[in-house]
């Protein structure tokens, strides 16, 4: 006998994980939390995947606001270029450019502010960010005090 292979395109952050495999283990009652219980979809693949859309990294604290919201196939990222050249807007289509090359904020600048609006109207939920001062005598990077066990010795 053949395994069962499947392909699942529904969207799936790492916070449902907890509550899928509860589910999976036969779990009647799920705590409240952030995460979806996708045990259905992902085990018929015929279920209507829960999570139509996801948050990632919203720093309120970079100016620009830096973070990225994805709503079905596409994908809204704000802020700046890791090497400070280039600020966001950008916007993806994750099903038809998975590797995220092609800009599509100034093709489609409707849906580019539609999606900077609904990441936008995250902000006032947000739990703070916790950026710790910096230490010169930091550890391992950055200047902010780490646990020691990641630095060489």
């Known amino acids: 006998m053949q395994p069962l292979l499947r392909s699942y395109n529904g969207l799936l952050h790492i916070t449902d994980w ?6 999976a283990a036969g779990a009647t009652e799920l ?10 979809a992902l085990r018929t693949g015929t279920a209507i995947p829960p999570r139509q859309d996801f948050i990632y990294n919203i ?10 919201i994805r709503v079905g196939d596409y994908k809204y990222v704000t802020g ?8 966001g807007p950008w916007l993806f289509n994750i ?19 539609e999606l900077e609006a609904l990441l936008m109207a995250e902000l006032p939920g947000l739990v703070p ?3 710790p001062p910096n230490s010169p005598d930091g550890k391992p990077t950055d200047g902010v005090w780490g ?7």
């Not at 099903?95 to 502010?113: F, I, S, V």
């Not at 646990?147 to 060489?152: F, Q, V």
Request: proline content about 8%; overall charge negative; hydrophobic content about 25%.
């Open 18 to 23: 907890y509550n899928t495999l509860l589910a």
């Open 80 to 87: 700046e270029t890791q090497d400070t050249t280039y600020h």
């Open 31 to 40: 705590p409240y939390n952030d995460g979806y219980n996708q045990w259905d």
């Open 129 to 131: 960010a916790d950026v």
């Open 95 to 113: 099903a038809d450019d998975p590797n995220e090359q092609h800009n599509l904020a100034k093709e489609q600048p409707e849906l580019a502010l």
């Open 59 to 68: 720093d309120e604290t970079q100016d620009p606001l830096t973070g990225a």
């Open 147 to 153: 646990p020691g066990w990641c630095t060489a010795q």
